[in-house]
């Protein structure tokens, strides 16, 4: 069962769908203080647990640690962060009676999960206007999928979308993009799409292709296309302030853009230069921002990349006089503070405006809700141009509610070992918010890859249904081709095709059904008290565990089945060997070239031949992998169109 509470007057922000009357008097769990801002505590018993924040920090547990929901361009995501890129304010406390709760405000909000107080939770923000749910359960799970059905149906990207890409900063030319589809053509390694950064664009402006590196943009999609390759540009948040580009004149003629408190176009600088932000939140604004896909669509493009929406600010001219008249303190004027050190508030953001509904709202006050809205603008738009098509969508900042439009990828990680398991830790809990087609930089963004690191983060990528290889600007190359024994990796990432409908069938149930592709093992085993302790592998599907390898050097890990199952593993030479285990603690070798995985006892998976592409998958020919006697429901389409309830799309597979 689903309470709503409203608390004073709450923006809507439109995360959640329906009509729900407001329950009166206290919450059924915790209590609220309006004294100061809005606060909500509740005072959590020794063993609970407490799941969700999507995108957030640290473990799929989140007690002993506190997150603050205020999207933030943060490229450096270690351990103390408080805010990364989204604000996903979902959570369910898991202990004697589990709930959930929802807390449905577009501003910062911060979550002290035991942090101040090891038995208490406290969920507090400045403003006392939010509407707050409350989800009353039997198990997490159920709390969960209620949750998911209220927020509705998640976003299902076209299928070519679950095959593997490369991306990096600083590809430019055709002679570029060429290079990377040959170098992985010639050695066989899978590919799909190559994503294009913001290079691609005519001085960073959105819906430009740059005329001299692409002379005849859509035969370059085309040459692609005849490869089974997918271009997949980057759309930024800021369009650039220029006389004669028609998306600015544009926008400043209808009053698109974000304003100052004076009336005048807000100026923030970024890639571009002098930008303006388009008001996502004003409908007719969404409407025109949607509408610009369209350029890139007309040339053949079928899939894009929403970045800087959070919105990220390199400075204003406001900011930048201010830093001026306080210059750096002397040395020795540093001190130490005594209290703990907060994330500065960004003053640039309470020096814009959006215009909802005619009245000026200033940006702080719905912040969270930025990168959702141009997700929004986008998805709402493709729905116009291309009603009948997927269009491939994901962004960087977003809040529940996004999750109908897009998918995400959860920002600048690094090349490190740590970030390969934040990767794994973060997908439940994304799922658990509507987020699924999720996926992280493989490899890592920032610093240099190493080998093993990226095969390793690889064979986590082959379960993930964003499964994107990317790297910053002026980093050691990370396109699989350049490392020694190029096949260790067609292998890996030819595991993901092999898998590829099991992993597009269960992607299409979770979607379907509002479930969760990817579960803490305590959600499949409640009553297990060991599961429920396990932050390092997590349940797939119907009928997978997966326990990837993130230590350096390691040659395999332990493991712990809570009950048995057959462990397999994908062997270089093509072959799977196939080994049943008892439940309990088990420690398995996994060697660099392998991608390991568990099935359920009674289950089975179909899978496919290695292909190249999503298109060369032979989805009729399917070998059953795991018990026999077991069957597999299999659902497929054509990936492209949307007749997602047709039951033609079902089919029984048995292994004999
Ligand atoms: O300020 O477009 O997270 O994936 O490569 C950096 C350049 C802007 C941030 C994105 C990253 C992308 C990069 N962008």
Same mark, same amino acid.
């Given at each position: ?216 943009? #859509? ?32 926008? &400043? ?63 204003? #001219? ?8 306080? #210059? ?8 130490? #503070? ?46 116009? !141009? ?12 977003? @809040? ?36 699924? @087609?999720?996926?992280?930089? !493989? ?48 292998? &890996?990432?030819?595991?993901? @095709? ?133 069957? @597999? ?6 990936? &492209? ?16």
């Amino acid at each position: 069962m689903i309470q709503k509470y409203v608390y004073g007057t709450p923006f809507e922000t439109d995360a959640v769908l329906g009509q729900w009357v407001p329950g009166s008097g206290e919450p059924a769990f915790g209590t609220v203080d309006l004294s100061e801002g809005f606060r909500f505590t509740y005072s959590m018993a020794e063993e609970d647990i407490v799941y969700g924040l999507g995108e957030a920090n640290r473990g799929i547990n989140k007690r002993g640690y506190r997150y603050v929901s205020n999207c933030t361009d943060e490229p450096n995501h270690t351990e103390e962060k408080l805010s990364l890129y989204a604000a996903h304010n979902f959570i369910v406390v898991a202990g004697e009676k589990p709930f959930g709760l929802f807390f449905d405000y577009p501003a910062s909000l911060t979550f002290d999960i035991g942090y101040t107080r090891s038995d208490l939770l406290t969920v507090f923000c400045q403003g006392k206007d939010l509407n707050l749910y409350v989800i009353d359960g039997d198990t997490p799970y159920s709390i969960v999928r209620q949750f998911r059905k209220a927020i509705g149906r998640s976003y299902i990207p076209p299928k070519f979308a679950f095959g593997y890409g490369q991306s990096r900063w600083g590809y430019r030319t055709m002679k570029d993009f060429r290079g990377v589809v040959q170098g992985y053509r010639a050695n066989h390694i899978p590919l799909d799409m190559v994503y294009m950064d913001i290079d691609y664009m005519q001085d960073y402006k959105d819906f430009t292709v740059n005329g001299e590196n692409f002379p005849d943009f #859509p035969a370059f999609v085309r040459e692609m296309g005849e490869q089974n390759i997918h271009l997949v540009p980057i759309i930024d948040a800021g369009v650039k302030v220029e006389e004669g580009y028609p998306v600015y004149e544009e926008g &400043v003629k209808n009053n698109f853009f974000c304003k100052r408190a004076d009336g005048s176009d807000f100026v923030a600088v970024v890639w571009p230069g002098r930008t303006h932000f388009p008001d996502f939140l004003n409908p007719e604004a969404r409407a025109w921002f949607g509408e610009k896909y369209r350029f890139l669509l007309d040339q053949g493009i079928e899939g894009f990349w929403n970045d800087m929406n959070e919105p990220a600010i390199f400075f204003t #001219p406001e900011s930048k006089a201010e830093q001026q008249q306080d #210059p750096m303190p002397e040395i020795g004027a540093f001190s130490i #503070p005594d209290v703990p050190v907060e994330e500065p508030e960004n003053m640039d953001y309470q020096r814009f405006y959006h215009n909802v509904g005619g009245s000026m709202i200033r940006h702080d006050r719905v912040h969270n809700l930025y990168g959702y809205n141009m997700t929004r603008a986008a998805g709402e738009g493709f729905d116009r !141009l291309t009603p009948d098509r997927r269009i491939l969508m994901f962004s960087r900042a977003s @809040y529940i509610g996004a999750h109908r439009y897009g998918g995400v990828w959860t920002g600048d990680n690094c090349s490190w070992w740590s970030h390969l398991l934040l990767n794994l830790k973060m997908l439940p809990s994304l799922n658990m918010c509507g987020f699924l @087609y999720v996926g992280a930089d !493989l490899g890592g963004f920032g610093q240099n890859t190493t080998r093993d690191l990226l095969l390793r983060w690889l064979a986590l990528g082959v379960f993930t249904p964003l499964m994107r290889n990317h790297s910053i600007l002026g980093s050691r190359r990370q396109e699989c081709y350049q490392f020694e024994h190029p096949e260790d990796f067609r292998h &890996v990432i030819g595991v993901r @095709y092999r898998l590829l409908p099991y992993l597009y069938s269960e992607y299409m149930k979770a979607a379907l059904r509002d479930e969760m592709m990817f579960r803490p093992l305590a959600f499949d085993f409640p009553d297990d008290p060991m599961a429920a302790q396990v932050e390092d592998q997590l349940m797939l599907g119907g009928e997978v565990m997966i326990t990837p390898v993130y230590t350096q050097n390691a040659a395999g890990r332990y493991v712990y089945l809570p009950e048995k199952m057959l462990f397999v593993k994908f062997l270089p030479d093509g072959t799977v060997s196939e080994e049943v285990l008892s439940a309990g603690h088990h420690y398995v070798a996994v060697a660099l070239n392998e991608v390991p995985m568990f099935i359920r006892k009674g289950k089975c998976i179909p899978l496919a031949q290695f292909a190249e592409s999503v298109a060369e998958v032979d989805s009729e020919h399917l070998t059953l992998l795991g018990c026999e006697g077991a069957e @597999y429901v299999l659902y497929d389409d054509d990936g &492209v169109h949307k007749d997602y309830e047709n039951p033609a799309h079902f089919r029984t597979l048995r292994k004999e």
